[in-house]
């Protein structure tokens, strides 16, 4: 189907909104009139312009405010309304949007709102134009879907029809599967947006919160079924007003848009037909292989980071195992736990550094087809990553996720699969402790602007799934967090962003923390053990464990065990998560070890604010200069 981004959605000039839809592969565009307005080029200039960028320009909006109970107030609205029909032509737009009136004078009667679009109507269509009639959730008197389309159907003329959005629809709770009953040449445009579910004013939550389809809660797929049931054959247009993209680099944004289009066409869902289930799906997009699991996570280190990184994996019982042929890189290993060391990146030559550095760099994951995965990647407009490497070194695909990270796609199989074969043996594997059994999860920081790109791209590109999002008052400030994974729960990437501002950057271009979350099959144990090889386990105030026994009650020889061994606690419906963390590595990175018992599906989140304020107060006894943040 055709694509179509509103200006609104992106950043910067009229300019700079055309160039960034054209290069992400736009076939149209919603002109808002704010920013026509603001352009130095003519209508038809822009026209002009759009056309020679291959973009069509598919609506121009909004036209507020345009029934009223004044018949002289109402004069002037269509004198008003006449002025942008002739500009249309000028732009050739061939649709105008007119939403429902928010104004005290707005008609309140369905016949008089009808009588006035049908006026409305005869104008444009005298011009070869259409009215596209939209009903803003917060509306004075027309606030729904059924309510814009009774009106239109009392209108009852050619040039008049509806624009349904997504957003106004499923905001106020309105059922979708009613638009199956609206003739499909009724629809004149569709807009599409998701959300985030918030209990807050229905006008804020849309001026600031849309998310581009796939980032919410809301059912777009569902609901572009039921459009297409109905008959409607325009582009799908994205339409998202949203603080944090009206801020973001255009053509990153567009990119984003454009991943969220493609995802939502191939996730539509026609109910009542199996067959039809993907009527609209791109067919160059090969679908999702089956991630097995972490395969490994590479680290980024420096001279001054790499001895205690590695100290500390000993200590926690890895084993060396595995040195590359051809570059200085480490494979560490523990039952299924692998992490590679690696010493070749070139931060550490950057400006004089105190700190030792370390950074999660790469994730190395296991898929069921991994040329597939690529190629799917690819289709999605994912960075594809060149790889250097040895002549005889596994190929591995890997692209960049929106923070940076790699991301490989490693055939599944024994021992970590083929790309193990480019470490030769170090070390005795017979060294390595038993346990750690494999890795649950990474959590990684994401940059403030691209936390929903993050989840939109773990999302459509691997195929996980995002968790509800969670948040939490940290000690430096509000943190949001948002899980991703696949059903079977093999691959768990947990995604975190500082919400009110831009969060620290110890690594240029990367900020902190991260860590790397390895599954044991006993905490305790796990602890007891590892903090006898001397491993530098973060200490969890007394305090914590008085509110634990509070809230939860716990067997008490096990809190006595949890509380001896700093070990933090949670539970859900479903079971019992025990955890520990290591300190702070490296000025950003620190490792966890986690015990799910039954289906404890979630990460302990309830615990972070503890964890941070332990890391927070070694960094004050260990260096004054240190930043706040984490
Ligand atoms: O917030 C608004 O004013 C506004 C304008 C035009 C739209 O299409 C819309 O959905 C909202
Ligand atoms: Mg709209």
Redesign the pocket.
Known sequence: MRTGIATVCLSGTLEDKLAAAASAGFDGVEIFENDLVAAPWSPARVRQHCLELGLSVDLY??FRNFDSTDRETFAANLRRAEHKLDLMEQLGADTI?V?SSVAPDAAHDDDLVAEQLHTLADRAAERGLLIAY?A?AWGRYVHTYEHSWEIVRRADHPALGVCL?S??ILSLGSDPAAIRSVPGDKLFFL?LADAPRLDMDV?QW??HHRLFPGQGSFDLPGFLGHVLAAGYSGPLSL?V?NDVFRQSDPERAAVDAMRSLLDLQERVETPGSAAARRPTAPPELPHAPELTGHAFTELAVDDASSGPIADALEKLGFAHTGRHHSKPVQLWQQGEARVLLNNTTDHRERDAVDDPRAAVTALGLESDDPHRSARRAEALLAPVLPRSRGADEAVLHAVAAPDGTSVFFCPAGEHGGSWSADFAPAGNAAEAGTELTGTDHVALTQPFDHFDEAALFYRSVLGLEPETTAEFAAPFGLVRSRAVTDPRRDVRIALNVAVLRRGEEWVPGVPAPQHVAFATGDAIAAARRMRARGAPLLEIPDNYYDDLDARLAPDPELLAAMRECSVLYDRDEHGEFLHFYTEILGSRIFFEVVQRIGGYSGYGTVNAPVRMAAHRRLRVTGSARRPLGT
């Open positions: 909006q909004p949007l939403c939209e803003l959005d957003f106004h807009q006008l849309s001026r339409e007003f």
